[in-house]
């Protein structure tokens, strides 16, 4: 079974952090909420979530995907903490899956993971400099050597499907979208 870590930072976007959980879970994939620092998370919008494990419990497990929600400034305190950082290089040097939506490509970017790539974003997330040496898309979702990004909390369902998609194949996606009633 797969296992997908999402971390969860103060100010993160709640509908794409419970979108992407919820999903992913219906797909029966392990999914683990991690705080940045232990007990509850406050979201951007004021809800408050308790994470499965924080970070730190779960810094030095592999995981066949990181994916990161956007919100902000959950986006930012991502960028800001060097454990993701670390997390995100890790990930995708040894072959596996990193994802970000909304503002969270700002992560991506931050570490060179964009550079020479297609993307996309919430519009205006990204300064000059993090759009620097990537390719800028305003599709909803992009895939491009193993780094899935996505545009906001509008997205968020049909991201989480992709992910789905790409951990599992179309038939798992087809399978969980049927479920949704969409």
Known sequence: MPRVLVPLAPGFEELEAISITNI???AGIEVLTA????????AARGTVLVPDTSLDQVLHEDFDLVVLPGGLPGADNLRDDPRVLHILQRTHAEGRLVGAICAAPKVLAHVGLLHGRRATHYPGALNA???AGMTDSSAAIELDDRIITSRGPGTAMDFALAL???LMG???RDEVEAGLVR
Do not use: D, S, T
């Not at 705080?35 to 406050?42: A, E, F, S, T, Y």
């Open 24 to 26: 992913l879970r219906r």
């Open 35 to 42: 705080g940045l620092q232990p007990g509850p998370v406050r």
């Open 129 to 131: 400099e993090e759009l």
């Open 164 to 166: 789905v998609e790409q």
């Open 170 to 172: 179309r038939a798992k």
